[in-house]
């Protein structure tokens, strides 16, 4: 039971993952493909941010009184990773803008018959 | 002393050269431009590699930060190697892009493909010079989404597709890595591979440290393409830009590996890797099925440059083959083989790109009789695959006789077998392409006069073709590093 409550950050990360994955693979609209990929790599965000907290601590900003503070640097690393991951969103949606220019369509089953008749 | 500084100058001038270009928005400066930042580049990587083979290991701390604390770039023989390869062949390519990129891509997008380019350029050689984890994630995604964007720039609408598969798998194996990187440190506090590599012995029998190896494994084996993990590579090589086709398939899926290496024998190190992680068994087996389901899937292809696409699934297979003997002779023919690999695609990819350039396409039809009408091209492209079989004389041939050596040092001939074998299979394909040049008459539908491709790209073509030659003759540059590199890796002195 205290695996399960302990460490419920981990879970909820393990959920998000799978589901932003599972999104990825299932669905056959290019945008909702992207929506899932921003779950999985929110997930990411979460196991790193989490991973720096430390029990009874606070943000990381020096504090009169305070001496526990949380790991600043996976938060730094994450602000990278957010940037990383707000690119990859907006190069994707601009790729589906133009597949829809050139197919008409951003459902993943009529683009591929439109490539294989012609 | 700016020769301190040459590891930050690796990535940074790229780097700059690319805003350059885009605010030039002239495309013979952005060209210029590019073609004097890789050729820079390529000095610069030339410096390195001779001095880490004088000196040893190089360290630069960015920013005067010292090294735990601080991002740390750090070029031993491993990396300066694969910055040579990358910057060779990136100039290569830029010296043939000129009239190339004029034809495939529409004249108002030019500067923005240089742009691009560079941005791609500076991440790659990013991930081969850094010594930290974290910052090899970032250069890896500004690589990877950049050449994302040099797909889509083809003017085929199924490029655009190509780049979205492309983008969901780099993506999700990025951020698998990000995981494995997350994981480690975790366990480790520590960033800096260096400093990881001293600290994750003690903490190895962990299942934390476990999972992060296999969530690095499937994100590293996703960006190289080892089957199955490939599927984003055969349309990605096909319907982009000649050049990018070229520039890519020769340079990506390399550093890649090398990140491979890093992470493997420099971070995990061989006893973790191969003793506690049974990590030679699993590559073995995929490395089998790369060579033969990449060659077999080559046999059928119609489109040339899909069928070039599907041989490079087969040659990473022979890459994975030398990792999995964990060897100094298998180590070495890896490393050899993605040094030779570079060349023989690069050089393969540029002939194809000159008969885009003349006929717009590369199907098996536009092929027949074109030993007649493009001989130079031909000529470049029939020497081109004989180094791709491994005829002796050819760099193919160098990187197989380490590759089967390493099999039989180890006494697992059937493999020594196999890789003949597969050897064999590319023979078909290549032969494919050459009998239709040279032996079926063209159709009498498009005979009118298609000339040779212009001399500014046959010259870079064959000087990568000269260079597979060459380097097959003689090898003492290649092996001379590839093996004090291997010794390296495997910690063992010489």
Not at chain 2, 364 to 375: D, K, T, V, Y
Request: proline letters at 3%; a neutral charge; hydrophobic letters at 55%.
């Amino acid at each position: 039971m205290s695996v399960l409550i302990g460490h419920y950050n981990y879970w909820i990360v393990i959920f998000l993952m799978m589901a932003g994955l599972y999104v990825v693979i299932a669905q056959g609209n290019l945008v909702k493909k992207i929506v899932g990929l921003n779950i999985f790599q929110a997930s990411v965000f979460i196991l790193f941010i989490s991973m720096g907290k430390i029990g009874g601590d606070t943000a990381p900003i020096i504090k009169q009184g305070v001496s526990l503070y949380s790991n600043p640097l996976p938060q730094v690393l994450i602000l990278t990773a957010i940037v990383v991951g707000v690119a990859t969103t907006a190069l994707a949606l601009a790729l589906v803008v133009r597949i829809n220019e050139a197919y008409r369509s951003v459902e993943e089953d009529e683009i591929h018959e439109q490539d294989q008749s012609f | 002393m700016i020769t301190q500084h040459l590891p930050v100058l690796q990535v940074i001038v790229p780097l700059l050269t690319a805003p350059l270009c885009l605010l030039a928005q002239d495309r013979r400066f952005a060209w210029g431009a590019s073609l004097a930042a890789s050729g820079t580049a390529f000095l610069i990587a030339a410096l390195l590699l001779a001095q880490t083979l004088e000196q040893g290991i190089i360290s630069y701390e960015l920013g005067g930060w010292s090294t735990p604390w601080g991002i740390e770039y750090r070029v031993d023989t491993v990396n300066a190697f694969v910055l040579l390869i990358v910057t060779a062949i990136s100039s290569a390519v830029l010296l043939f892009a000129q009239r190339s990129v004029a034809r495939e891509i529409i004249a108002t997008r030019i500067p923005v493909f240089y742009t691009v380019y560079m941005l791609c350029l500076a991440g790659l050689l990013g991930i081969a010079v850094t010594g930290d984890v974290f910052n090899l994630f970032v250069f890896m995604e500004i690589s990877a989404l950049s050449s994302y964007t040099l797909i889509a720039l083809s003017e085929q609408r199924r490029a655009l597709t190509a780049a979205y598969q492309y983008l969901f798998m780099g993506t999700i194996g990025a951020t698998f890595i990000l995981i494995g990187i997350g994981l480690l440190y975790m366990m480790t506090g520590t960033l800096n591979m260096h400093d990881l590599s001293l600290r994750l012995p003690a903490v190895t029998g962990t299942r934390t440290v476990e999972t992060a190896f296999a969530f690095l494994t499937v994100g590293i084996s996703i960006k190289i393409a080892l089957v199955p993990l490939h599927l984003w590579l055969p349309n990605a090589y096909a319907y982009a830009p000649s050049v990018v086709s070229a520039f890519i398939a020769a340079t990506a899926t390399k550093v890649a590996f090398y990140v491979l290496l890093r992470f493997m024998f420099t971070i995990f190190g061989v006893s973790f890797a191969f003793k506690t992680m049974p990590l030679n068994l699993i590559f073995m087996v995929l490395a089998l099925a790369a060579m033969f389901a990449g060659s077999m899937a080559a046999m059928f292809q119609d489109n040339i440059k899909r069928l070039l696409a599907y041989s490079s699934i087969a040659q990473i297979g022979y890459m994975i083959l030398g990792i999995s003997f964990a060897s100094v002779t298998g180590l070495t023919a890896a490393i050899l083989h993605l040094f030779n690999h570079a060349l023989m695609k690069g050089a393969l990819f540029l002939a194809l790109g000159c008969v885009v350039y003349r006929l717009g396409m590369v199907n098996m039809e536009q092929m027949r009789g074109l030993g007649r009408r493009m001989p130079w091209t031909m000529a470049a492209f029939a020497l081109g695959g004989l180094s791709l079989i491994g005829v002796p004389l050819t760099v193919g041939f160098i990187s197989k006789w380490y590759l089967v050596a390493g099999a039989l040092e180890r006494g697992w001939w059937p493999l020594a077998v196999a890789v003949l074998v597969a050897s064999l299979l590319s023979l078909v394909y290549v032969w494919r392409v050459i009998e239709a040049a040279y032996f079926q008459a063209p159709l009498p539908a498009d005979s009118d006069e298609t000339g040779e491709a212009p001399l500014s790209m046959l010259l870079p073509t064959w000087a990568l073709i000269l260079a597979n030659f060459y380097f097959g003759i003689d090898t003492s540059l290649t092996v001379g590093v590839a093996s004090s590199a291997a010794q390296q890796l495997l910690g063992v002195s010489e």
